[in-house]
Nanobody, 124 residues
Framework: QVRLVESGGGLVQPGESLRLSCAVSGPHFSTFAAGWFRQAPGKEREFVAS????????LTDDAVKGRFTISRDNAKSTVYLQMNTLKPEDTAIYYC?????????????????WGQGAQVTVSS
């Protein structure tokens, strides 16, 4: 059974940093792509970043490019999202997701397994 559990969310002030972690249980984690999405209140879920199985192909949304970095540690079956210079508009629930394939993707419909989400609030 595959489970994804996010951690590391919280309340921060603008300009500060957070690192989200996503622990993925189940076999063959290192062969599948993973991604991060977010959903702000009253808005649809949107793509943040994706990483392929080997970690050498990364896709990042323009809204967070240069501030957010996705990475993975296949030995620990964990995906990370380092978020720097946070802004109030980054406030959302952040979801980790895993594909059934090895390529990175920006489409939420390409992801089969999802975590329960982690709240990130950026406010002064």
């Amino acid at each position: 059974q595959v489970r994804l559990v996010e951690s590391g969310g919280g309340l921060v002030q603008p300009g500060e940093s957070l690192r989200l972690s996503c622990a993925v249980s189940g076999p063959h984690f290192s062969t599948f792509a993973a991604g991060w999405f977010r959903q702000a209140p009253g808005k649809e879920r949107e793509f943040v970043a994706s990483i392929n199985w080997r970690g050498d192909r990364i896709l990042t949304d323009d809204a967070v490019k240069g501030r957010f970095t996705i990475s993975r540690d296949n030995a620990k079956s964990t995906v990370y999202l380092q978020m720097n210079t946070l802004k109030p508009e980054d406030t959302a629930i952040y979801y980790c997701a895993r594909r059934l394939y090895s390529d990175a993707s920006i489409m939420s419909s390409d992801y089969y397994y999802w975590g329960q989400g982690a709240q990130v609030t950026v406010s002064s």
